[in-house]
């Protein structure tokens, strides 16, 4: 549990724009940097921690208490704490539920995460919404502005970034069972452990590969269809998972991406992708699919969007199926002349509501008719 000493100890978050927030040290002491970004989401706080999408980001959690149902070992998307900090209203290491295996500060001090909390989270993101994504760091270790000011002065922006290739894996591995009816060749760009199962779970036998493994690897596998996944960093700095992309759009086989993948889908056939004011993350964001007409409430975490007038540009060959009724911006597409097709956001949905599972239904349908 908590100590009374790392209660007592203050804590720091600066703004890249120069804006201080004054808090209590949770986690481990010491001092972190990286993108800011907020998550609605109610709760799902442990697998939100643990995507790889997060990767290299401060995340600041909009419910106020963090940390009441404790930490359990199984419930992670990947197998380490991929945030690079927390920010939160209330850290809460005394836990009710029976079945959680370590307090959120036993958890944190096992990753060595460092995290401030008792700050006023709505004003940040307030403040996030007005201004737009930016860098921050966050320390207990460190409580002098201007030291502080000059490390963050030093840490990239997200845009330009390459990050998927430190997270995925870093040997192929397999998951399913070996005499399925359906082969998929993953290319990890940061997978989420719930969307593998996902297609484990519908009968497919999965390869996942290196983010940077070349075609020709993954097609002596001999697949049915090919799964570009989510992941970390801008899309615009991964020329070789794009090349990967247009060779397998050549082979005309099966191809589903999800929020990195639909992103690396639409830069192969030459969508532009942007980065976004503050990006899109919680488990409660409208979408409607435009090939039904039903609305859809999902899963996003996402800073980086697909260009719209691009897209509309090439209607010829390229389909919208889902739009973000928040701001209508792009949350699918298919291709209208090879099987190909992608989402923006989650439809694992771990955590989140499953209103969008059949996307995996519809690839194993996609293979299953080739």
Known sequence: MITTELQATPAVL???DGTVFRGKAAGKIGTTTGEICFNTGMTGYQEIFTDPSYF???MVTTNAHIGNYGTRRSEVESSAIQIAGLIC??????????????SIQEYFEEESLVAISDVDTRAIVRHIRDKGAMNAII?????DIEVLRARLAAVPPMEGLELASQVSTPEAY?????DAPLRVAVLDFGAKRSILQC??????????????TPFETLQAWQPHGYFLSNGPGDPAAMPYAVSTAKAILKEDKPLFGICLGHQLLALA??????KMHHGHRGINHPVKNLLTGHC????????????REAILDNADTIEVTHVNLNDNTIEGLRLKHKPAFSVQYHPEASPGPHDARYLFDNFVKLMSEQ
């Not at 209203?89 to 295996?101: E, G, I, M, V, W």
């Open 14 to 16: 600066l703004l890249e």
């Open 56 to 58: 290299g980001q401060l």
């Open 89 to 102: 209203k209330n850290f809460t290491p005394q836990y009710s539920r029976h079945l959680a295996d370590l």
């Open 139 to 143: 320390s207990s270790e460190i409580l």
């Open 174 to 178: 397999t998951l399913g069972w070996e």
């Open 199 to 212: 297609l484990a779970d519908r009968g497919c036998y999965l390869k996942v590969f290196p983010a940077k």
């Open 269 to 274: 056939v030459d969508i532009p992708t942007y």
């Open 296 to 307: 859809e409430v999902t899963s996003q975490n996402h800073g980086f969007g697909v260009s």
